[in-house]
């Protein structure tokens, strides 16, 4: 097996890390290494991790000239070969540089240039003189000549030129005037310029029109024109063929997912017919219609399968495209001739291993203008198709050896064991935590007794489809026994995840159920819960767990999910040691304030931060907030906790805000129990005098499950508070049952939306549009608005759209201690005293 190659990526710039890093992860074959500044770059070589290339940005950043320095100032990495990533605009080839590339094409070409760079020949050093090279003037993949002066005889073309002219002999050797005409009149040679209408002029009389660049470029002491040619043809029916492969994601893969595939390549592409046979290898019965497609006038009579040769040569796996008039590919088949088709593609859809396990036929009763664009849209949907061809091979095989439950599709008890079996020897090298629920029907006996066992059987495959629909693609369910169903929920970072699926569970079966007759039958679930490795570590006692928590449920009612509850006792004691612990937490010096960023949506600049507050236990270490602040709060030990945090924070925002000047907000949580203290107010403005905080920095975070019920003078103190110059901010708002006439009491000048919405941006529908009618609910009522917990590029881009004021989470920053806090705040402004912008 090839060893896979060390790739360092290096540039400031996140969208690009994110970029390169997506593209050759995508590939398979790379170690892949980041650093966005030269710091993160010399800690990082200071481990001498093993490299082959370096991907560097190439954008003027002074941070990329400091980077390449230290990187050539250690040994093992004095040579090692750089491929510069350039934006899109015309410019020169970076000097130092084995190859570079475009941004733009970065997912199609950079894991072909990092192993290509491998082969080349080191430059002298990195500062040393770049050749010159015409092709950097120009997109990538331009159809580009270069032709001599005076006299325009054109020395040298590309590939794309050739395509364009194929079968007409040489492009080298013809003069420019003649193959590529000027609008208005304008004659060879032109001055540089970008755009320039014109004509490509074929010998057989062919016109392409289009638009050229044009550079002046010296080479090897030779004047020379360079010119690139765009096809302006193809342009409406790329895009449309990105729009397609794109939509194809969002179809199933059952028989009727790939029909609407066809479907959609049908129309988009402006097919007369598509058709997808399947044709596994341990199939007797010969290719079987999966999926057939007929946009064309009248109807026709598709041949037997068995009969048509050319199908036979596909499925033997050769590709068989004859999209233009000068294809050499027969037309002679009993296929091909039944349709009319002038322009036919037959292609071979193949598993990972290169198994055939079907074909796809696209075709048109004429010629078109776009054959190679089609042809690559083409490929490129046989991978969606082979995807789903070979899911149904599994499910198939599956139902044989017994695995595949035969009335719901689902896995049954075997094929779950085996992949519980599975998560959890990957969760214990891994670390990662993941819950087992059990779902069960209630009183589903009843049902079979009384409206059969057919009716029995339906209502089995509709809760089989409800819960489908609840989870992620990530996650597994299986119909374990009878009226029981079992889950496997997967990369669990809170367990309010868990328990937001759980009630989600709950709630899809709160729609009745259709039946044959046109009545309606309402059916419940009861579900258990319990949590790998908190709970259990073997599958067994998981499974077990969660089936005494769904008793639980059901003892409760029905129609509710329950929590597994672990050994009270020890439980107890643990909780009443951690108590003990606590109370002298703050004299001991074992409390530290964590600050977390809060970055402006659009310009990304830090705005604000939240103190958060950690516990370092001197035996067990960090201790999680979630588990020691209900016992702060239990125990009443939350009042001097939260008094210590804002005092603390305050001071340091003042410490920071002298310093730098950047009036940064400072939020701090506020918890029930303080908030029932009838002396906050006075608490609050004594910490302000003493550490000299301006009060408008300060912001007081009140969770949206605190009401004026459980905490009596809630709107009054925070009316105090508010009077007092403090912002009040509703915290986690979206997870509790807050009214729109309570918001609207309480002076709240910020909504956060809890990143259990977040998160989902991108994944669950339901949880996009909570988010987007949380921000305009609360612009409509003048609140601002941040969103917790952006972790990725989509969850940023969404809440940019969507019109969010400013953002918190892991993609711009984690929680940091008060010294690398501090680290931030002064390269930020070093940075802005550079005259750069400086996101987070």
């Known amino acids: 097996m090839t060893e896979p190659l060390g790739v360092l990526i290096f540039t400031p710039r996140r969208d690009v890390r994110r970029a390169v890093f997506d593209a050759l992860d995508l590939d398979g074959g790379f170690v892949l290494l980041s650093a966005r500044d030269s710091a993160q770059l010399e800690t990082l070589l200071a481990d001498a991790p093993p490299l082959h290339v370096v991907v560097v940005g190439a954008d003027g950043n002074p941070e990329v000239t400091r980077g390449l320095r230290i990187l050539r100032g250690f040994p093992a990495y004095a040579s090692l070969p750089l491929v510069h990533i350039v934006d899109d605009a015309p410019g020169v080839a970076p000097e130092g540089a084995i190859d570079w590339l475009r941004e733009s094409a970065i997912p199609t070409e950079l894991a072909q240039r990092v192993r290509a760079a491998l082969d080349a020949p080191a430059p002298p050093s990195v500062s040393g003189p770049a050749q010159p090279d015409w092709r950097f003037a120009f997109d990538a993949g331009a159809a580009w000549v270069v032709a001599s002066t005076p006299d325009g005889c054109i020395v040298e073309s590309g590939a794309a030129m050739e395509r364009l002219?194929?079968?007409?002999?040489?492009?080298?050797?013809?003069?420019?005037?003649?193959?590529?005409?000027?609008?208005?009149?304008?004659?060879?040679?032109?001055?540089?310029?970008?755009?320039?209408?014109?004509?490509?002029?074929?010998?057989?009389?062919?016109?392409?029109?289009?638009?050229?660049?044009?550079?002046?470029?010296?080479?090897?002491?030779?004047?020379?024109?360079?010119?690139?040619?765009?096809?302006?043809?193809?342009?409406?029916?790329?895009?449309?063929?990105?729009?397609?492969?794109?939509?194809?994601?969002?179809?199933?893969?059952?028989?009727?997912?790939?029909?609407?595939?066809?479907?959609?390549?049908?129309?988009?592409?402006?097919?007369?017919?598509?058709?997808?046979?399947?044709?596994?290898?341990?199939?007797?019965?010969?290719?079987?219609?999966?999926?057939?497609?007929?946009?064309?006038?009248?109807?026709v009579e598709w041949p037997d399968a068995s009969d048509l040769p050319l199908l036979k040569i596909c499925l033997g796996g050769e590709s068989l495209l004859s999209l233009d008039a000068t294809s050499d590919l027969p037309m002679g088949d009993p296929l091909i001739e039944a349709l009319g088709l002038r322009s036919y593609v037959l292609l071979p859809l193949l598993d990972e291993r290169r198994n055939v396990l079907g074909a796809l036929l696209a075709g048109r009763r004429r010629h078109g203008s776009d054959a190679r664009m089609l042809g690559l849209a083409l490929r490129a949907a046989t991978a969606r198709f082979a995807s789903a061809l070979e899911l149904r091979r599994a499910r198939e095989q599956g139902r044989v050896r017994g695995l595949i439950d035969t009335l719901t599709g689902l896995p049954n008890r075997l094929l779950f064991n085996d992949r519980l079996d599975t998560t959890i020897r990957e969760a214990e090298r891994t670390g990662e935590c993941f819950a087992t629920l059990l779902v069960d029907l209630d009183r589903f006996k009843s049902i079979n007794e009384t409206l059969g066992h057919a009716v029995g059987d339906k209502v089995l495959v509709s809760v089989a489809k409800r819960l489908r629909a609840s989870v992620r693609a990530s996650d597994t369910i299986a119909r374990y026994a009878g009226d029981e169903f079992t889950m496997i929920l997967r990369h669990i970072i809170q367990r309010d995840d868990v328990l937001r699926i759980a009630e989600k569970v709950v709630q899809a079966m709160e729609v009745p159920l259709s039946l044959d007759d046109g009545s309606e039958l309402q059916a419940t679930v009861s579900v258990g819960i319990s949590y790998f490795p908190d709970d259990a570590v073997e599958g067994e006692l998981l499974l077990r767990h969660?089936?005494?928590?769904?008793?639980?449920?059901?003892?409760?009612?029905?129609?509710?999910?329950?929590?597994?509850?672990?050994?009270?006792?020890?439980?107890?004691?643990?909780?009443?040691?951690?108590?003990?612990?606590?109370?002298?937490?703050?004299?001991?010096?074992?409390?530290?304030?964590?600050?977390?960023?809060?970055?402006?949506?659009?310009?990304?600049?830090?705005?604000?931060?939240?103190?958060?507050?950690?516990?370092?236990?001197?035996?067990?270490?960090?201790?999680?907030?979630?588990?020691?602040?209900?016992?702060?709060?239990?125990?009443?030990?939350?009042?001097?906790?939260?008094?210590?945090?804002?005092?603390?924070?305050?001071?340091?925002?003042?410490?920071?805000?002298?310093?730098?000047?950047?009036?940064?907000?400072?939020?701090?949580?506020?918890?029930?129990?303080?908030?029932?203290?009838?002396?906050?107010?006075?608490?609050?403005?004594?910490?302000?005098?003493?550490?000299?905080?301006?009060?408008?920095?300060?912001?007081?975070?009140?969770?949206?499950?605190?009401?004026?019920?459980?905490?009596?003078?809630?709107?009054e103190t925070l009316d105090a508070l508010h009077a007092m110059g403090c912002r009040i901010a509703i915290d986690d708002f979206g997870t509790g049952a807050a009214s729109l006439d309570y918001l609207r009491r309480l002076p709240a000048d910020r909504i956060k939306i809890d990143q259990s919405f977040v998160r989902n941006i991108g994944v669950d529908p339901d949880d996009e549009a909570i988010v987007r009618a949380t921000i305009e609910m609360a612009h409509h009522l003048k609140r601002g608005v941040v969103a917790e917990g952006v972790e990725i590029e989509q969850h940023l881009q969404f809440l940019r759209l969507n019109g969010c004021d400013e953002l918190q989470g892991y993609l711009f920053c984690r929680p940091l201690p008060t010294p690398a806090f501090d680290k931030l705040l002064a390269e930020r402004e070093r940075l802005v005293n550079e005259g750069r912008a400086v996101p987070a």
């Open 546 to 715: 969660a089936d005494e928590a769904m008793y639980g449920a059901k003892s409760l009612g029905r129609n509710n999910y329950q929590v597994y509850a672990n050994n009270v006792d020890a439980t107890q004691q643990q909780q009443t040691e951690l108590k003990a612990r606590l109370r002298h937490a703050v004299r001991n010096d074992e409390l530290r304030v964590f600050y977390q960023p809060q970055v402006e949506a659009s310009s990304e600049d830090i705005v604000g931060m939240e103190a958060l507050v950690r516990w370092e236990h001197p035996e067990l270490g960090m201790i999680s907030p979630a588990f020691f602040i209900p016992l702060a709060e239990a125990s009443g030990l939350i009042v001097p906790i939260g008094e210590w945090v804002l005092r603390t924070a305050c001071a340091q925002a003042k410490a920071w805000e002298s310093r730098y000047g950047l009036g940064l907000r400072l939020g701090v949580n506020l918890s029930a129990v303080q908030l029932m203290q009838s002396n906050l107010a006075s608490v609050v403005a004594t910490v302000l005098r003493d550490t000299g905080l301006d009060p408008h920095q300060l912001e007081l975070e009140v969770t949206e499950s605190i009401s004026v019920k459980t905490v009596p003078h809630l709107v």
């Open 165 to 299: 002219c194929a079968g007409e002999g040489p492009v080298q050797g013809r003069l420019l005037q003649e193959l590529i005409v000027l609008a208005d009149g304008a004659t060879w040679p032109v001055p540089d310029g970008d755009g320039l209408a014109c004509m490509l002029r074929r010998r057989d009389g062919g016109e392409i029109v289009g638009e050229a660049d044009v550079r002046h470029v010296v080479d090897r002491g030779q004047h020379r024109i360079a010119v690139a040619f765009r096809d302006l043809r193809s342009a409406d029916s790329a895009q449309r063929a990105l729009a397609l492969l794109a939509s194809l994601e969002g179809c199933q893969s059952d028989d009727e997912g790939i029909g609407e595939a066809a479907a959609m390549i049908a129309d988009v592409l402006d097919l007369d017919v598509v058709a997808v046979w399947s044709a596994l290898p341990e199939s007797e019965l010969g290719p079987e219609v999966v999926a057939r497609i007929w946009n064309a006038p009248g109807q």
